[in-house]
């Protein structure tokens, strides 16, 4: 339970003159729901951008699961087991739910042009594992009845889910999620808790970047706070709400 | 041919009503060239052959613009390497006679090595930047063959190269009358068949790559770039290997009209040609199959009845001709063009998604009838 999946070592990026990450090292243990909060740009997604390969980072080096991640490819950092969502949701609009989810399975799966056209054995094998699969996944995330739509014609919840499902698809190691529960109302995020938590019974660890603090102190094992591009503390939820530093990013300084 | 790919399409939906619209379209398609011939004349006979060729151009197409949604200008750079490659194989330019099945698969090759050579430094590019680069890379082709006479001698300039081999089986030549089994057949249906079979080949490798990991991974490219990185797509290799089929199918049709041709020059592959591809996959339904079949068939057909029937419309109507029938074609075509985007935006067939996607469904609605 306590080996380290991903280790952060002083990762910083900067924006031309502006610095959005300064040397954030942090740590993610196996099996845990790690919540990543901070006040608007303090760097979250920046953060998100770099372990996902979307950000070449300036310095520093990102090991997971014992090996040294490749620097922005993002689609070697799928390969690695490290999957996302995005703080704007990023589906395939066009697409339908199921083969939205059926995406998220090309990483795992080799059928190649001449598997596509001549259809042997293996190919068509493969196919329908992925359907199954994917099948499997609607049902997990609670949106196959909604297989056969559009994503783009879902709702805003469900597209959150259906982002859900096809990063779940990609068989990840670690689960990165970009403000999951924005703009959801009550039992929308009720029912975002619940997927959560069953993922992480399921053996995925979990990175949160939330807003929605009642949310993160509730299910994160640990959470870190960054401000202004540096983490300025990592600690279990009671003990983050109680650190001063941290009143003082959310509420602004002293008064003394 | 439409319902074919329709049928194919539905094959596990009902079989055996799949099976008998095979036989009843195979029985069209075989009887067709014989239907145009007695009806139409061999001039017509050798616009239904085009069209085969501009069948399998667009469905090249289809790949790079309506799968991948990679905007490409210069499409028909690679009906050029086919045909080029062709015509300096086996004519007498340089003595050299190959076998057809040894050079429509090289310039199957060929044209796929330069779409790579394409795809490769436009990775980064989308949309209108795209465009322009491939609009270039097109052009740049054309220039190329028509300047690579000096100081050695390769493509003849602008004269061309004629006398090319036509096609040839084994030992029978489609140049010539056939008779088989005491029927005899023109050259012109046996071309016919031929380019039939290889569309219908090329219709069918089309479907089955559309819904495949493959499709699937070029769509999602098409919708969401970064998206699709983050599924682990490795986007580089994807969207070079939609450069190279779609290639390699502009190649094969190039092939085919060199020995049908049996002469090219620079000429045939301008801009307007490369317009005329693109015409064809966005007027038909771009990522539909059977729309862009429709839109080769009609977009070849359309400006040869232009052609043929102005003339005889104006005599009819004002006893003397008017307006130049060649500039009226253009005019007239353009007409269409205008009135097939105002009134199906998404094509003459778009795909069922296309299609709900244009009825102005928008995102806003599908959110109030979800909550």
């Known amino acids: 339970m306590n080996t380290q999946l991903l280790e952060a070592r002083a990762i910083a990026k900067y924006f031309g003159g502006v610095t959005a990450l300064r040397d954030v090292s942090l740590s993610i243990r196996q099996g845990e729901i790690y919540g990543l909060i901070g006040p608007n740009g303090a760097g979250k997604t920046t953060f998100f951008n770099v372990l ?7 310095s520093g080096e990102l090991i997971f699961n014992g090996e040294k991640l490749p620097a922005s490819t993002p689609h070697l950092a799928a390969r690695c087991g490290i999957a996302r969502t995005f703080q704007n949701i990023r589906l395939f609009g066009n697409m339908t739910a199921m083969e939205n989810v059926m995406v998220g399975r090309h990483v795992r799966t080799h059928a190649g042009v001449l598997g596509a056209v001549l259809r042997d054995r293996r190919t068509t094998r493969e196919e329908a594992a992925i359907r199954r699969r994917a099948e499997e996944l609607l049902n997990y995330v609670g949106i196959a009845d909604r297989a056969d739509d559009l994503a783009r014609h879902l709702s805003y919840g469900d597209q959150r889910r259906l982002e859900i499902a ?78 001063p530093k941290v009143i003082e990013a959310y509420l602004g300084g002293s008064i003394a | 041919m439409m319902t074919l790919a329709h049928s194919l399409g539905a094959w596990r939906c009902d079989k055996r009503a799949a099976i008998a619209a095979t036989i009843a379209m195979g029985l069209m398609l075989a009887a067709f060239p014989f239907m145009i011939g007695s009806a139409l004349g061999n001039s017509w006979l050798r616009i239904v052959d085009f069209a085969l060729l501009y069948i399998m151009l667009a469905l090249g197409l289809n790949i ?5 949604g990679l905007l490409d200008m210069g499409y028909i750079a690679f009906y050029a390497v086919g045909a080029y490659l062709y015509a300096l194989l086996a004519s007498p330019h340089f003595g050299l ?28 590019l989308r949309g209108d930047y795209l465009a322009i680069v491939t609009l270039g890379f097109g052009e740049i082709v054309r220039i190329f063959l028509n300047n690579l006479n000096a100081p ?28 088989i089994l005491g029927f005899t057949i023109s050259s012109l249906h046996a071309y016919y068949y031929f380019f039939l079979a290889l569309a219908l080949l090329i219709v069918f490798i089309t479907i089955r790559l559309e819904n495949s990991r493959i499709g699937r991974a070029w769509v999602a490219i098409r919708e969401d770039e970064i998206a699709a990185k983050s599924c682990g797509i490795n986007t580089r290799n994807i969207k070079l290997l939609a450069f190279t089929m779609g290639a390699s199918f502009g190649g094969v049709a190039g092939g085919l009209f060199a020995g049908f041709q049996g002469f090219v020059s620079p000429e045939s592959f301008n801009l307007m040609e490369s317009v005329m591809v693109l015409c064809m996959v966005v007027l038909g339904g771009m990522g539909n ?33 008017l307006l130049d029938p060649e500039a009226l074609r253009m005019l007239l ?21 296309r299609r709900r996607e244009f009825r102005g469904e928008s995102t806003t609605d599908a959110l109030k009838e979800g909550e």
């Open chain 2, 152 to 179: 050695v001698n390769i493509t003849n300039g602008p004269q061309g190269v004629s006398g090319i081999d036509p096609i040839h089986l084994g030992g029978i030549t489609l140049a010539k009358p056939l008779s």
């Open chain 1, 166 to 243: 096809r990063a779940l698809a990609t068989d990840p190691k670690l689960l990165a999620l970009d403000e999951p529960a924005a703009g959801m109302n009550g039992t929308e995020t009720e029912g975002l808790r619940e997927l959560i938590e069953g993922i992480r019974k399921d053996g995925i660890t979990v990175l949160l970047i939330e807003h929605d603090v009642k949310l993160v102190m509730g299910l994160c094992d640990r959470v870190a706070v960054l401000d202004y591009g540096e983490k300025i503390c990592e600690d279990i939820p009671v003990v983050v709400q109680k650190d």
């Open chain 2, 64 to 68: 790079v613009v309506g799968f991948a």
């Open chain 2, 333 to 353: 075509f353009g007409l269409a063009l205008i009135v097939v985007m105002l009134y199906r935006p998404a094509g003459l067939w778009p795909s069922t998604t």
């Open chain 2, 289 to 321: 199959i059977p729309g862009v079949i429709l839109g080769g068939i009609l977009l070849t057909i359309l400006p040869e009845v232009f052609r043929h029937g102005a003339g005889p419309v104006q005599m009819a109507l004002f006893g003397k001709i």
């Open chain 2, 97 to 124: 006679h190959l076998p057809v099945w040894l050079i429509i698969p090289a310039g199957a090759v060929l044209a796929g090595v330069f779409g790579v050579l394409l795809g490769a430094p436009t990775l980064r």
């Open chain 1, 52 to 58: 996902t390969g979307l950000y070449h980072p300036d």
